[in-house]
């Protein structure tokens, strides 16, 4: 991969892991209720 490759893919993970994060934050303030719902389904097992 040359140099400029190699510079534009490490680019676009940092640019996805930004975009995710954001996702992240929107999704918790968005629903509250989500994270416990995740408890739930390890209670079960």
């Known amino acids: ?3 400029r490759a190699a510079h534009d893919h490490q680019e ?3 640019r996805r ?3 995710s994060l954001r996702l992240q ?3 918790i303030q968005g629903g509250l ?3 416990s719902r995740h408890h ?3 209670d079960k097992q």
């Open 17 to 19: 892991r930004k975009l």
């Open 40 to 42: 739930d389904l390890e």
């Open 25 to 27: 934050r929107q999704a």
């Open 12 to 14: 676009a993970q940092r």
């Open 1 to 3: 991969m040359s140099k």
């Open 33 to 35: 209720a989500q994270p």
